[in-house]
């Protein structure tokens, strides 16, 4: 007596009757692996519950998710009646990639499951009777599905159309991901029959994929997120040879030194196994993969093969400073004394107040000259951020000042904070809202101000302009030298928020930098302006010394060379005459 099976079940189904093309160029029954049937559970879960399936997918590379996908798509593609399915990736071959399985699927099937087919092309598979007889195709017209396939290049893609399963791959790669993925989401009803998977590796911060995930994680939208580390592969491993190999291995593993502060410091892979229990023998495979596959370079890593969903958007965006430095910076990052500045008589003081706009990690000390670096926003609540950073001679930051407040009354704040930390000198850009910053810590009578230099090679002479002018030839310069003394760690930062920032301050297409879509620089920028502040005078080779252990650094001290005046450039550009120098 032969036993009845559920075709509508898919965990009998997909490993039934559903061949793929393993990484052997096999054909092979498909086997769904632990982070897939993760995938199918989520998946059952929802329908069974009653809920539409809207799940977003964010993964590692090589991990089979447009596969499983393609195969549940598959399976509710035969086994409904007139249900439409739409395969959209981010470009052709992309796109045929993922309609190939879904052909090899049907290719394959037995006889006796295979539904009649009409149509057959590159974009579009008919599930329908193909007979030219009309009365025969009223009879028995088959199952009138349908599955398509297009690139996300065309906004209008799918517009036209009812779609009950729409399988969006690398979302975050598409161009124009938003109106598109909008539009096609106009097309799905919200019915518990209808699915809608978009899945991506991430392709930096900001993006309308980041922020689909993170709206996702709120719980702003419906969608269900699932994060896919590497480590949850389990072939991601490899074994040891000997004892003493592994011996050896857990030994570098167990490393640990002491920073300049005096906190005990671990390597990456130790904090892998304590944050996420991974073994010394997935170790051993990441440690081959990132010398194979990636380049030996550990941040190439992180972007394919990312551990968490914060690793996996920062490291595969394209970051101005260096990645493995800012982590260690947010590692020993900290929260430091908030509250307000103000008088109290003629003199200044801090007022402890958890909503203030001020962060202190080093307070003033008597004898001790500090810079301010400031860069102004149009002060809209809802735009950019005026920010004020103070550092000392040892280019530690002290003091950081971040709010919405108009251009004149940050003027007056960037004064009462110069005033608190001993007369600080102030450099603060002079560029459009600037100005009128600029004008009202004139009005305060202040006088320690920093002026932008210009030499005028006609003339022989140098002028001066007050405030720091940031321009299209002086920015790249300050970034550069930013991301040198990032790089060396040659500055003190606790700042969560500025190495936030620093994480998502990218190069973009045309080689420019900036801020990634949706975020903000405002941080980088005051901080870029204060480093050019604490150097003048310093000469354009002014190098930190560095102690000669790199894993016992020793207290940071400097150096002053030649007293260089720092060169700029005027805001006109065009001006053959001006010279510039770091």
């Known amino acids: 007596m032969s036993k009845k099976i559920n075709l509508l079940d898919p965990k009998i189904y997909i490993p039934n009757f559903l061949y793929i093309r393993n990484k052997n160029a096999e054909l092979v029954k498909f086997k769904p692996n632990k982070p897939q049937k993760r995938l199918r559970d989520t998946i059952e879960r929802l329908r069974k519950q009653g809920k539409p399936v809207r799940i977003i997918i964010l993964k590692a590379r090589q991990m089979g998710f447009s596969t499983y996908t393609e195969a549940d798509c598959f399976h509710q593609t035969v086994t409904n009646k007139m ?23 049907f290719e394959n ?18 599930f329908e ?25 065309n906004t209008a893609t799918g517009r036209s159309q009812t779609i009950n399963y729409l399988h969006a791959s690398e979302v975050a790669f598409w161009d124009n991901p938003k109106e598109t993925f909008t539009g096609l989401l106009q097309c799905v009803p919200h019915s518990a029959k209808s699915t809608v998977i978009m899945e991506s590796t991430a392709n930096g911060v900001g993006d309308y994929f980041y922020d689909m995930w993170n709206n996702a994680v709120a719980g702003k939208n419906e969608f269900v997120p699932l994060f896919f580390a590497w480590f949850e592969m389990d072939e991601y491993s490899l074994p040891f040879e000997t004892e003493e190999e592994k011996e050896e291995f857990i030994k570098e593993v167990n490393y640990e030194f002491k920073d300049e502060e005096g906190n005990t410091v671990h390597t990456e892979e ?17 440690r081959w993969c990132i010398s194979n596959n990636c380049n030996c370079d550990v941040e190439q890593f992180h972007q394919e093969y990312p551990s968490t969903p914060e690793e996996a958007f920062i490291a595969s965006g394209r970051p101005r400073f260096n990645i493995g ?68 001679d040892n280019f530690d930051i002290c003091l950081r000042y971040r709010t919405h407040i108009d251009p ?65 030839r002086t920015k790249p310069l300050m970034i550069n030298k930013l991301a040198e003394f990032i790089r060396n760690k040659w500055i003190g930062i606790k700042d969560k928020i500025l190495i936030q920032e620093m994480f998502t301050y990218v190069i973009d297409d045309k080689g420019s930098t900036n801020a990634q879509d949706g975020c903000h620089d405002d941080t980088v920028m005051a901080l870029a302006i204060l480093l050019q502040v604490l150097l003048e005078g310093k000469g354009e080779n002014f190098v930190p010394y560095q102690s000669e252990d790199e894993n016992y650094p020793k207290p940071k001290t400097y150096r002053r060379l030649g007293m260089n005046i720092p060169m700029d450039i005027d805001q006109d550009e065009g001006d053959s005459n001006l010279e510039i120098a770091e």
């Open 83 to 105: 249900f439409s399915s739409t395969i959209i990736a981010h470009e052709e071959q992309a796109s045929q990639n993922l309609y190939n399985m879904f052909k090899r699927y």
């Open 109 to 126: 099937l037995p006889d006796a499951l295979r539904p009649m087919r009409k149509r057959n092309n590159a974009k579009e598979l008919l």
């Open 129 to 153: 009777n193909p007979t030219t007889d009309d009365l025969e195709k009223r009879r028995n017209p088959g199952l009138q599905s349908t599955v398509k396939v297009a690139t996300a290049k």
């Open 270 to 286: 130790y904090e892998l196994m304590q944050d996420f229990g991974v073994s010394y023998e997935q170790l051993k495979w990441r």
């Open 325 to 392: 430095v800012l982590k260690q910076y947010r590692r020993q990052a900290k929260e430091g004394d908030i509250g307000r500045l103000e008088y109290s008589g003629n003199r200044v003081v801090f007022s402890p107040d958890p909503n203030g706009d001020v962060e202190i990690w080093k307070y003033p000390e008597e004898g001790k000259h500090y810079c301010i670096g400031a860069d102004v926003a149009e002060g809209l609540i809802t735009g950019d951020y005026s920010v004020g950073y103070v550092g000392d």
């Open 408 to 472: 004149d009354l940050f003027g007056r704040e960037l004064v009462k904070i110069a005033k608190y930390y001993n007369e600080a000198y102030i450099g603060c850009e002079n560029n459009n809202h600037g100005l009128t910053t600029l004008k009202a810590i004139q009005n305060e009578e202040y006088w320690n101000i920093f002026f932008t230099k210009t030499y005028d090679k006609i003339a022989d002479t140098v002028t001066q302009k007050i405030g720091w002018s940031t321009t299209s």
